[in-house]
């Protein structure tokens, strides 16, 4: 038999599907791990027990879509929607909702779905099913919310039109030199659901009027009123109808891009492209296609594809359900209606997600769901790719509900994007381009994970729990000073047993001070709680469990490769920094020496620990766990497996 060592000298390639458990002459297989649960990768290469999500509030049981709102750092806001309602927290005051609108036209099954972007302190607020919204902060704890109305400053609406009815269908107006009289259709067209909308109307002497359309007589005759009275009574057939309508549906993505305020799609133009004049977010005015005024364009491929998002970014980039897609700019080629073009990149389409910017590159989720990737752009091939992701840990993606990224913040150096699963799991993601590291870890917690939302760099989710029997919603922060979740910190003038968390009434909940675990304690119907010991701080909360299971490691030996044959792992040393509890195969190993003086609190250590093991197996693999809601940090493992 052989004595052999593996080093893990780091773990930057997460949790690895099973589909590679043949790969051990990957870089993949040599840095990943079988399982890797709730820890939270680090760019040097360890793992550290992932932060507690700190109890802000508890909101109402309901669906909500949870956005950003920032005008500073200073002055930033979580909007809240649900049906029919917006609820505002002021990051400031985050236990707090500071402000509710109600009479919202957002409906529940709208929420998910509803499409934001800001610019200043306007957010406009779009969905297929309703009209834009408008969204204001009027004062510093003040929202107001309004539809989106287009410009009416010289009496019209410069709002987009487009030709619904078939090409040969005309309009003639009843009477010459009359603004309000009968106007008839050489085709059936109108409906009762036109009544106050407009319609644009150029006469044979290519003079553009506008109608509102004011009564429905039949599908043939209607009356109106032009703003300026047409000078005949000819026949026309180049008029078109407004684009945004309940009939016809409103916008299903929006985004501010190069001074202009941008519509994808529509639900009956899904592939169409509305962009106001710059600098006027109002004003849809073609005009005469001078360099300033509204451009709208189709998307013209081989088959329609729907937008489903827009996206601000080193271009205006365009995800529709069949491609990706991007419009060409530079310093010396603006966007203008005579010089725009959409260029067509790869072919995945996007699904409902929406994609988040994150370390260079946008990040969206396929229409299948199967996996998610990378749009970047590439300065050689002046082209953008879209390379996959999830290729190492698709088994962790599941189906995704939202994605959010982060950057580094000021407890953290390292990005992460966060995904929330439907299964309430959230599949985290490490990358650092440049060194080429990146990698999955999963995350649970005991409820489920419902909605995330990144807010001057800090990640707040919605949390559904079941306390005592009963469904609750807790507006929580990620937190890494914090190792417990929908957690509580406390402080008291004197030591005292007596604690209350109001919010986990009739609960099992782990209770730590300082550097001391003081165990696991059920609360009574208040939420109070009795320790056995008084202290003057605690943190009290749920417990969750990091799990890291090593892969099984494989050896080149005189008469092959070691895989298939039995194994057993003798000692195991852990390179822990900062550390207070550790287990290994359910065993745990001792962080204080009997020198210590245990009359006071135990120190973190960063040392090499070791420990040793029994048993043979095929595998050879450890796992790696936490009893106590203490900090752990791993840089490395090594293994002394017999075989």
């Known amino acids: 038999m052989a004595l052999l060592r593996q080093f893990y ?49 508890t909101l109402t049981n309901t669906t909500y879509q949870a956005e950003a709102y920032i005008y500073d750092e200073d002055e930033a806001y979580i909007l809240l929607f649900s049906n029919a309602k917006l609820e505002v927290v002021d990051i400031t005051d985050e236990t707090n909702i500071t402000q509710t609108i109600t009479s919202c036209p957002w409906t529940t099954a709208m929420i998910g779905e509803l499409r934001v972007s800001q610019s200043g302190d306007t957010m406009i607020v779009a969905h297929p099913d309703m009209a834009m919204q408008k969204l204001t902060r009027t004062a510093v704890d003040t929202f107001s919310r309004e539809a989106y109305a287009f410009d009416t400053s010289d009496g019209y609406v410069h709002q987009p039109y487009y030709k619904f009815a078939p090409a040969a269908v005309t309009i003639t107006p009843q009477n010459a030199n009359t603004n309000s009289q009968t106007f008839t259709a050489s085709a059936a067209t109108f409906s009762s659901d036109w009544e106050g909308e407009e319609i644009e109307f150029t006469d044979d002497a290519g003079t553009i009027h506008h109608i509102e359309f004011t009564t429905y007589l039949s599908s043939t005759t209607f009356t109106g009123t032009f703003d300026t009275a047409p000078s005949n009574t000819n026949a026309s057939a180049n008029w078109k109808e407004q684009v945004f309508s309940s009939r016809h549906g409103y916008a299903r993505s929006v985004t501010f891009h190069d001074q202009r305020l941008i519509f994808g799609g529509s639900k009956d133009l899904p592939n169409h492209l509305f962009m106001s004049k710059a600098g006027e977010f109002f004003n849809f005015d073609v005009g005469t296609g001078l360099d300033d005024e509204s451009i709208q364009i189709q998307i013209a491929e081989n088959q329609i594809s729907e937008i489903k998002a827009l996206a601000s970014f080193r271009h205006l980039t365009v995800f529709t359900s069949e491609q990706e897609l991007y419009v060409p700019t530079s310093e010396n080629k603006p966007l203008t209606p005579t010089t725009i073009s959409v260029k067509k990149q790869t072919s995945y389409g996007s699904g409902e997600v929406v994609p988040a910017d994150f370390d260079g590159a946008l990040v969206f989720l396929t229409k299948s769901k199967g996996a998610v990737r990378e749009f970047v752009f590439s300065d050689i091939s ?43 799991k959230m599949p985290v993601f490490m990358s650092i381009r440049k060194e080429q590291l990146q990698g999955w870890c999963e995350w649970s917690t005991t409820g489920e994970f419902k909605n995330i939302v990144n807010v001057n760099r800090r990640i707040y989710a919605i949390v559904e729990r079941t306390i005592n029997s009963v469904t609750k919603t807790f507006l929580e922060l990620l937190d890494n000073e914090y190792h417990t979740d929908a957690a509580s910190k406390q402080t008291n003038a004197s030591a005292t047993t007596d604690w209350t968390v109001a919010h986990l009434p009739s609960t099992e909940v782990v209770v730590k001070s300082g550097n001391y675990s003081l165990g696991t304690y059920t609360t009574d119907s208040s939420g109070d709680l009795t320790l056995t010991d008084a202290v003057d701080e605690v943190e009290i909360g749920l417990n969750y469990t990091p799990e890291l299971t090593t892969l099984p490691p494989e050896f080149q030996l005189q008469d092959g490769i070691s895989v298939g044959q039995k194994r057993r792992v003798v000692r195991a040393v852990l390179d822990l920094n900062e550390s207070l509890n550790v287990k290994t195969k359910g065993t745990s190993i001792l962080i204080r020496r009997v020198t210590d003086d245990f009359s006071l609190e135990p120190t973190a250590v960063t040392e090499r620990k070791e420990v040793y093991l029994l048993g043979w197996g095929k595998e050879g693999t450890v796992t790696i766990t936490q009893d106590q809601p203490l900090p752990l940090t791993i840089n490395g493992l090594l293994l002394e497996v017999e075989v």
């Not at 458990?21 to 680090?42: E, I, P, Q």
């Not at 993606?397 to 439907?422: C, F, H, K, S, W």
């Open 382 to 424: 002046q082209a953008y790719n879209a390379d996959a992701l999830t290729l190492l840990s698709p088994h962790i993606i599941g189906t995704p509900l939202e994605m959010v990224a982060q950057r580094e913040a000021q407890d953290q150096v390292e990005a992460y994007l966060y995904l929330v699963n439907d299964d309430g």
């Open 9 to 57: 000298t780091n773990f930057t390639s997460g949790e690895l599907t099973p589909l590679l458990s043949s790969r051990v002459d990957s870089n993949a297989y040599k840095n990943g791990t079988k399982k890797l649960r709730n820890f939270r990768m680090l760019s040097q290469g360890g793992i550290r027990r992932r932060g507690g999500f700190r109890y802000l509030q």
